[in-house]
């Protein structure tokens, strides 16, 4: 089973940034999409961001322009910089792997992290 270990969050000020990490375990890294998703108190996780297998990107509207992911796949590593925060950006980070590594079909594993916490306030 795979699985993720997220790093990076904190307490930050509006417009300040923030980098994500993910250490993902298995083999053939390269193989799978990645995404990163939020989940705000009582809600479900959302999607983010998502990279494929051969890093062309994907975001959602509320934060293109200042989020950025990326990937290394010698060590099975996601990244999300996290510029210009927002306080509605206040939320638990999680990432996941698709199955494929087209991000047209992606789609998060039923496994998750333990996620990072993301505080966005003065």
């Known amino acids: 089973q795979v699985q993720f270990v997220e790093s990076g969050g904190g307490l930050v000020q509006p417009g300040g940034s923030l980098r994500l990490s993910c250490v993902v375990s298995?083999?053939?890294?390269?193989?799978?999409?990645m995404g990163w998703h939020r989940q705000y108190p009582g809600k479900d996780r959302e999607l983010v961001a998502k990279?494929?297998?051969?890093?062309?990107?994907s975001y959602a509207d509320d934060i293109k322009g200042r989020f950025t992911i990326s990937r290394d796949n010698t060590n099975n590593t996601v990244n999300l910089q996290m510029n210009s925060l927002k306080p509605e950006d206040t939320a638990v980070y999680y990432c996941?792997?698709?199955?494929?590594?087209?991000?047209?079909?992606?789609?998060?594993?039923?496994?998750w992290g333990q996620g990072t916490q993301v505080t966005v306030s003065s």
């Open positions: 996941n792997r698709g199955p494929l590594p087209s991000i047209s079909v992606y789609r998060p594993t039923a496994s």
């Open positions: 298995g083999s053939n890294f390269r193989n799978y999409a």
């Open positions: 990279i494929s297998g051969a890093g062309s990107v």
